[in-house]
């Protein structure tokens, strides 16, 4: 971006979104692992039709921009992110029934867990595996997230997605090609400047009691509070390959406890790493490129990141 047009950019942000844009915001406060360095230009939207003017603009005036959701699945590097974030707080959520059946619309920067817990509380089925999942429906839908058995791809019918320079379609279930946390929209990353974004996404829910949802989603959370740490993390670090669990082989590689600067390896899960005493994203990175290379070695297996590296960092990725 030249001067003349980052000042041409920056007037048309703030006439459009006044204060809810700022120029060089720092990122770490909207991610789960507590670090990351600042965004260039960044603007907070309320509602999928702010999301989409942002995206439109970004693109009309070639300035690469990146969705944040709940910043829960991505390690930003410290030296911050190029171009526009966008935060994205757009929230709306509608219920229509449709005999059997119940669809929710929810625009995308809708809370996934408090989404779920919405839904339970109406006595509709199907999203409690996600009362414990940090982030937003549209992170959600990109990752295709789950959890105890659960996932996006047996809820989603439909999601309206912004295609760069085509505008808003519909997706339907088949189209976003749902694999083990991976869909076509994940497949852009690193790979696209301008990706996809999800405005919103159709869920179908079920009629169920509520006492028999709530039930079911306690059992997860106790679950999940026996076998995961707290603490600021990026949440699984690594996929679990084919046929084995990354956090089994980080530990059998010896490799709990291990620290970098302010991070290390979750006693309690391997594949967590947690930010506890002010770690960088170089911290977290060292220590997951150390996790990598000594399962490698061990094991022979290499592993795939499931979170994603965003903004500027200096070694080259594999
Ligand atoms: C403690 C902890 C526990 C977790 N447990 C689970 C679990 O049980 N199961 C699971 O699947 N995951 C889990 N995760 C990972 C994370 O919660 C999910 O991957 C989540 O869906 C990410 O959503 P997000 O909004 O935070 O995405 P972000 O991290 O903000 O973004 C992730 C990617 O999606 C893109 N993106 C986000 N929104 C949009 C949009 N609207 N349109 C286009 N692209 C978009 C971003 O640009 C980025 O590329 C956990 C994470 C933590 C920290």
Redesign the pocket.
């Known amino acids: 971006m030249n001067v003349k047009t980052s000042l041409r950019v920056v007037e048309r942000f703030r006439d459009l979104f006044g204060e809810q844009f700022q120029i060089s915001a720092p990122l770490a406060r909207y ?3 507590r670090v990351g360095g600042p965004a260039e230009m960044f603007v907070v939207v309320n509602h999928a039709l702010e ?1 989409q003017t942002a995206v439109e603009l970004a693109y009309a005036q070639h300035i690469p921009y ?9 390690l930003v590097s410290d030296a911050g992110i190029r171009g526009l974030v966008i935060l ?1 707080k757009a929230r709306a959520v509608q219920f229509r029934h449709t005999g059997a059946s119940v669809v929710c619309t929810a625009e ?2 809708m809370n ?1 867990s408090s989404l779920a817990r919405q839904c339970i509380g109406k006595g509709l089925g199907g999203l409690e595996w996600a009362v ?5 429906v ?10 105890h058995g659960g ?1 996006v791809n047996s809820n989603l019918l439909a999601a309206t997605v912004w295609e760069p320079g085509r505008g808003a379609r519909i997706y339907t279930n088949e189209e976003l090609q749902y694999g083990y ?1 991976d869909s076509i ?2 497949r852009e ?1 690193g790979k696209q400047i301008w ?5 919103s996404a159709e869920l179908e829910l079920k009629l169920e009691a509520v006492n028999v949802l709530t039930a079911r989603a306690e059992a997860f959370t106790t679950h999940r509070k026996q076998t ?1 740490p707290g603490g600021a ?4 670090m690594f996929k679990n390959p084919q046929n084995y669990y990354a956090g089994y082989l980080i530990e059998t590689a010896g490799l709990k406890g291990v620290r970098v600067g302010g991070a290390h390896i979750s006693e309690k899960h391997a594949n ?1 790493f947690i930010n506890d005493e002010d770690a960088t994203a170089e911290d977290i990175r060292a220590l997951f490129a150390e996790a990598w290379n000594s399962v490698r070695e061990q094991f022979g297996v290499e592993m795939e990141l ?1 979170v ?1 590296l ?1 903004g500027e960092w200096e070694f080259e990725e594999r």
């Open positions: 991610t789960s692992a999301l990146f969705i944040l959701g709940g910043g829960s699945n991505i994205n995308s920067g996934l414990n999942v940090p982030g937003t549209g992170g959600a839908v990109v990752g295709n997230s789950g959890a996932d946390r929209l994940k990353q990706r996809r974004v999800v405005l995961q993390s990026c949440g699984s967590f499931e994603e965003v």
